[in-house]
């Protein structure tokens, strides 16, 4: 799209959100679609320049980092755009609570359940709620579930439960078990413990589970932190590189084309900034069309690895995006459907599913983090914003792309199934889980 398209993609949309607003049949949820929060457009473009948007060194951050470095950001009005790396996801949780008003960062690349945990205030100081927003998913599988080579002559794959017998000794010997995610209630620490209790193993009792940032994984389990760990890439792939430990499983594996990661922003800038929120939405969802092209993997690779970015060698990040897995122990395996996805045919990785967040709720319900009373559709409602999404593809002049809230029944590798219709049923359905339903 050339800058004056991109202009003029801006214009369309402010057109259409006065015209709604001017219109006298127009309903509470189309106000909601045009202005976000209420918020007047003023003008045709961006009512800022930019803002700061945190994100983790993982190779889905990819797409805020291209439009950055592609100057997407610029060509809709944001030539002050700042991605700034973040330490932890705690530290994400802390900068998001500043706001760029006191240094820290208005949204960013961030685990999907964060949406849910900031907005509630379940991991925030004091509790204190902070009102956030999913704008769109920022792409789709290749997490990994990695384990030592403690156990490298085990049958440890998608099924788990060769563990079970390996960590039960292991804590008879006076020994303790370890498996590690990066933040409480996010996204790797709900994939690992599906992956454990799926194989017998409760996360809550028979191992003890730990905090590590990602770029902290392997030199962790070089020196014998963890036996396990869930991370995103590049990380798993870099642990198998330098033979400190294998690949169980990709979490592709245990639910195809899962949700991931998220582009989450605090939910009063974006009310403020309705249409420099379209602005960055249509931007990043350029770039996740960029990054899906088989031909630009090896810039993109390139580009993300770089020393401002991830600092991390080509050879740890352009594999596993296109779907080439080396598990280690001498397993090789490509197949596209296991790469990393952002955008799909039509967008359909990019849009933010209420269902998929009405899942994300319920597992937290399963072990712990949210009360069994929770009104889940009241809060996903409050915070999924697909209608920004829908504004933001058709200023991009897309047709055929996604709606609605459900993708339909999704289906795991142990052959449980779940429907955002009814949570009890998938909860009521799972053996091990800290939720009484």
């Known amino acids: 799209?050339?800058?004056?398209?991109?202009?003029r993609a801006l214009r369309a949309v402010s057109r259409r959100a006065v015209l709604r607003a001017s219109?006298?049949?127009?309903t509470v949820a189309a106000a909601k679609l045009a202005f976000p929060g209420g918020a007047f457009a003023q003008g045709a473009g961006a009512e800022v320049k930019g803002t700061r948007l945190g994100y983790i060194a993982l190779t889905d951050a990819a797409?805020?980092?291209?439009?950055?470095?592609?100057?997407?950001?610029?060509?809709?009005g944001l030539p002050d755009m700042d991605i700034a790396k973040q330490a932890s996801w705690g530290a994400t949780r802390d900068n998001m609570a500043l706001g760029t008003k006191a240094n820290g960062i208005d949204g960013g690349h961030i685990l999907s359940p964060k949406v849910h945990l900031y907005s509630t205030g379940k991991v925030m100081q004091n509790s204190q709620p902070l009102p956030m927003y999913g704008l769109m998913r920022l792409n789709e599988d290749c997490q990994g579930l990695s384990v030592s080579n403690e156990y490298k002559d085990l049958k440890v794959g998608t099924d788990s439960s060769a563990l079970k017998e390996a960590f039960a000794q292991k804590r008879a010997a006076g020994k303790d078990v370890k498996v590690a995610m990066t933040f409480p209630g996010g996204t790797h620490d709900l994939w690992i413990r599906y992956w454990l209790a799926a194989g017998g193993i409760d996360p809550d009792k028979d191992v003890q589970t730990i905090v590590v940032p990602p770029p902290?994984?392997?030199?962790?389990?070089?020196?014998?932190?963890?036996?396990?760990?869930?991370?995103g890439e590049p990380w798993n792939e870099q642990l198998v590189n330098q033979d400190i430990g294998f690949t169980a499983a990709t979490t592709g594996e245990i639910w195809f084309k899962h949700p991931e990661k998220v582009l989450g922003m605090r939910a009063d800038w974006v009310d403020a900034n309705p249409q420099a929120t379209l602005a960055i939405m249509m931007a990043t969802m350029q770039a996740q069309q960029w990054c899906d092209k088989a031909e630009n993997k090896a810039e993109m690779a390139e580009i993300v690895g770089r020393r401002q970015w991830f600092n991390v060698p080509v050879a740890d990040i352009i594999g596993r995006i296109q779907g080439e897995i080396n598990y280690g122990r001498g397993r090789?395996?490509?197949d596209p459907k296991l790469a990393?996805?952002?955008?799909?045919?039509?967008?359909?990785?990019?849009?933010?599913?209420?269902?998929?967040?009405t899942w994300f709720v319920t597992e937290n319900i399963r072990w712990g983090k949210f009360d069994p009373t929770l009104d889940v559709k009241a809060l996903v409602d409050k915070t999924n914003r697909s209608d920004?999404?829908?504004e933001a593809a058709k200023g991009l002049g897309l047709s055929g792309t996604p709606s609605g809230d459900s993708r339909g029944v999704e289906k795991f590798f142990d052959g449980k199934t779940f429907d955002a219709a009814d949570p009890a049923a998938y909860l009521?359905?799972?053996?091990?889980?800290?939720a009484q339903v």
């Open 332 to 334: 090789k395996v490509s």
């Open 1 to 7: 799209m050339t800058d004056s398209n991109s202009t």
């Open 23 to 26: 219109s006298a049949a127009m």
């Open 216 to 231: 902290q994984m392997v030199a962790n389990m070089k020196v014998g932190t963890m036996d396990a760990f869930c991370v």
């Open 388 to 390: 920004l999404w829908i």
């Open 340 to 357: 990393m996805k952002f955008w799909g045919d039509k967008g359909e990785v990019s849009y933010p599913w209420k269902s998929l967040d």
């Open 63 to 76: 797409p805020l980092i291209i439009a950055k470095e592609k100057g997407m950001f610029a060509k809709f």
């Open 428 to 434: 009521k359905s799972l053996t091990i889980s800290r």
